[in-house]
């Protein structure tokens, strides 16, 4: 009974990445703390434990989406368990610049075949788009070489933040199996 304690509360490292703005931090101390607080642009990364929910426990690594930042990304990469994509869902500005992101983060050695979820987060907001324009957009129907996951979250209300995480979690479990 211990041993499968141990077993199934294995702790995966996974990377949160994405463009500047999106609230990767926020989303993460809202996941740990359990409540929003005021961030400040991450310079490097945060590195936090958390605990989800029940079962799941990831080591997330939340890196700066500055431009400046991106160069020195991949240098997390490896061993890398699975990742999460934030999107500002209010930014459609941004969206194409995101999915050139996030296809670059694809195509690395490293994180091949990774699995992934992306988060729309800010959809609790009036002009966030909706889910379907997000995915046309960042043209996550065209990836076919690994498991990903759309989520649509609020950092701010917590809506769908525990889902990504399950969702994740499942993922890398499944491709561990392979």
């Known amino acids: 009974m211990l041993l499968n304690k141990f077993k199934s509360e294995k702790t995966y490292r996974v990377l949160m990445l994405g463009l500047e703005q999106a609230g990767k931090t926020t989303l993460l101390y809202k996941i740990k ?3 929003t607080v005021d961030t400040i642009p991450t310079v490097g990364f945060n590195i936090e434990t958390i605990k989800p929910a029940d079962n799941i426990i990831f080591d997330v ?22 990742f999460f994509f934030i999107v500002d869902s209010t930014d459609r500005d941004h969206f194409q610049e995101a999915r050139d992101v996030l296809f670059n983060i694809l195509q690395d050695e490293y994180m091949d075949p990774v699995p992934f979820v992306v988060i729309a987060n800010k959809s609790d907001l009036c002009s966030a788009a909706k889910s379907d324009e997000i995915i046309e957009q960042l043209n996550l129907h065209s990836i076919s070489n690994r498991s990903w996951h759309f989520q649509s979250t609020s950092a ?8 990504a995480m399950r969702q994740l979690a499942h993922m890398i479990r499944t491709s561990r199996k392979k």
């Open 33 to 35: 703390l359990g409540e």
């Open 61 to 82: 690594w939340d890196g700066g989406g500055a431009k400046k930042y991106r160069p020195i990304m991949r240098y997390y990469f490896q061993n890398c368990d699975g």
């Open 156 to 163: 701010v209300t917590g809506e769908g933040i525990v889902e």
